[in-house]
């Protein structure tokens, strides 16, 4: 299995899968209103498969995951990004980073469901 496969299967489905129920039970309750939105994960593709999503509006170095959490006069937005094994950050997701430094936007790397509950937990 390829470190994207590990990286969606083992990490990101299973985390999403735990977000929707939490949801769903209405666990999620420090604020008013949750937005998440997980785009496509894109991986390895085809050049013509990319150019597609390029001209889609997808750009490297999205994350894998956006949470926006509201409450009236206070907003935070989370961008999580999914690993598996020791990886990294990509050369674009570092920049994207780097350029929400001393902004109320956090960027999260997350290598386990349990990682990601406990963020979720602390966070939400």
């Not at 997701?93 to 999260?108: E, G, I, L, Y």
């Amino acid at each position: 299995m390829s470190r994207i496969q590990h990286e969606r299967l083992k990490v990101r489905r299973p985390c999403v899968a735990w977000l929707r129920t939490m949801r769903a039970y209405n666990q999620l309750k420090r604020y008013q209103s949750v937005y998440v939105s997980c785009p496509p994960d894109l991986g390895k593709q085809t050049p013509k498969a990319i150019a597609s999503f390029v001209a889609d509006g997808y750009e490297s170095g999205v994350y894998d995951m956006t949470i926006v959490a509201a409450n009236p006069g206070v907003v935070k937005v989370w961008l999580i990004e999914f690993k598996w094994g020791t990886n990294n950050y990509t050369k674009e997701q570092s920049q994207v980073a780097a350029s929400f430094s001393n902004t109320p936007v956090t960027t999260v790397k997350i290598y386990s469901v349990e990682e990601f509950q406990k963020f979720i937990t602390e966070n939400l």
